[in-house]
């Protein structure tokens, strides 16, 4: 499985971050895939974000779960993150993660800035 994030690389504080993960090598539908958004802020560890299921069930981590959706296009095979009200700190290198029993794949990661 590979992963390939896009989207723009700068944000303006308080409007919304929207990042894809293109997947090829396997369908983000396949049974017990679960595909994660994860981000890294400068001089800070992984953060865990939150990710969609095969079956299209939701998960997110609590304390951005007010700003953060991912949602899924099946037909093109892509999932989504959109982070709403962004601020400086929202600043990261943003991955996409596939997990499946035991398996982790990555993306090579994209850089998002937040300032005015």
């Known amino acids: 499985v590979q992963l390939q994030e896009s989207g723009p690389g700068l944000v303006k504080p308080s409007q919304t971050l929207s990042l894809t993960c293109t997947v090829s090598?396997?369908?983000?539908?396949?049974?017990?895939?679960?595909w994660s958004w994860i981000r890294q802020p400068p001089g800070k560890g992984l953060e865990w974000m939150g990710a969609?299921?095969?079956?299209?069930?939701?998960y997110y981590s609590s304390p951005l779960k007010s700003r953060t959706s991912i949602s899924r296009d099946t037909s093109k095979n892509q999932f989504t993150l959109q982070l709403s009200s962004v601020t400086p700190e929202d600043t990261a290198v943003y991955y996409c993660?596939?997990?499946?029993?035991?398996?982790?794949?990555w993306g090579r990661g994209t850089q998002v800035t937040v300032s005015s």
């Open positions: 993660n596939a997990y499946q029993r035991g398996a982790n794949y």
């Open positions: 090598g396997g369908s983000i539908t396949t049974n017990y895939y679960y």
């Open positions: 969609i299921a095969y079956s299209g069930r939701n």
